[in-house]
């Protein structure tokens, strides 16, 4: 009986703590839309493993240059305010290069990335994935797409040990993040995924290509907007191209997967709604 006892009070007990870890896994992100993380787990492991330290300002986003959400979205993220946190048209590319067993990019968002940073480790596995995934659905529903693009614009590394837009255009190009030109702004962009090794202020002439070919891309965007009626716009051209994109793959494969297609469009339409009335509280 006592044995009994003993193992109903750990499980009791075991239940509790992972209630506790839930609701602060919640809890945080909320917190977050308000309050700037004053330093994160992957700042923390990248400085210890690396040597590194953690030299950051924290700054609105009223104060980083547009260009650099401009090169960010150009570079990482074409679809970031039509999405809802998942691209699946970059992860249709992803597979499809795999696949051909061409070289493939990433098929990470940018909130995929904010979540990264903010809440998950540097060490790639299937269990940060999960994490990973867990809070880019949290962030997606209790932040905006500004706040989004501002925590990243703050947390991502852009050196070593360098983090956020403003600390890297001192660092690399002695002003201000709301003083960055375009070509500067491309150039840092261009860093990623590996912005230890590579250095926008002395760029190779890879990295420079990269920049242009960025350059491009921000030139053909066009500068986004923050709006509700922006972004309901973009979403709309989203969601349109991803049923593009079914219908052809549907035309390949002899059938169309309208189930996984009308579950993104349902996704996609809803969250919208319920986004916009947390946001508002």
């Known amino acids: 009986m006592a044995k009994k006892s003993k193992g109903r009070k750990f499980w009791k007990t075991f239940g509790k703590i992972i209630l506790i870890l839930f609701i602060l896994s919640i809890l945080l992100p909320i917190l977050y839309r308000w309050v700037n993380p004053p330093v994160t787990t992957f700042q923390c492991v990248q400085a210890i493993s690396n040597g590194t330290g953690i030299h950051k300002k924290w700054v609105p986003i009223e104060k980083i240059s547009p260009y650099m959400y401009r090169a960010a979205i150009a570079s990482e993220d074409n679809y970031f305010l039509g999405h809802r946190g998942f691209d699946v048209i970059a992860l249709n590319t992803v597979m499809e290069e795999r696949k051909s067993g061409r070289r493939h990019r990433g098929g990470s968002t940018i909130s995929q ?9 540097p060490k790639s ?3 940060r994935k999960g994490v990973e995934t867990y809070f880019t659905f949290l962030i997606e529903t209790f932040w905006s797409k500004e706040r989004i693009m501002e925590v990243y614009l703050n947390v991502i590394e852009m050196g070593p040990g360098i983090y956020g837009a ?21 150039l840092i962009t261009a860093c990623y995924p590996s912005p230890q090794k590579r250095n926008p202020a002395k ?15 921000m030139a053909r965007y066009g500068t986004p907007k923050f709006t509700d009626e922006y972004i309901s716009h973009v979403r709309e051209r989203y969601l349109k191209s991803v049923e593009k994109m079914e219908k052809r793959k549907g035309k390949k ?9 009308d579950f993104i469009k349902h996704e996609t339409k809803k969250t919208a709604v319920d986004a916009t009335a947390v946001q508002n509280h």
């Open 113 to 121: 990335q904010t979540a990264k940073n903010v809440f998950c480790w």
């Open 125 to 127: 596995s299937w269990v």
């Open 166 to 186: 403003e600390k890297a255009a001192q660092t690399y190009f002695h002003c201000h993040a709301s003083q960055l030109t375009a070509h500067q702004a491309a």
């Open 203 to 217: 760029p190779t002439s890879y990295l420079l290509g990269r920049a242009a070919n960025i350059e491009g891309k």
């Open 253 to 261: 494969k002899g059938k169309s997967k309208k189930g996984v297609w």
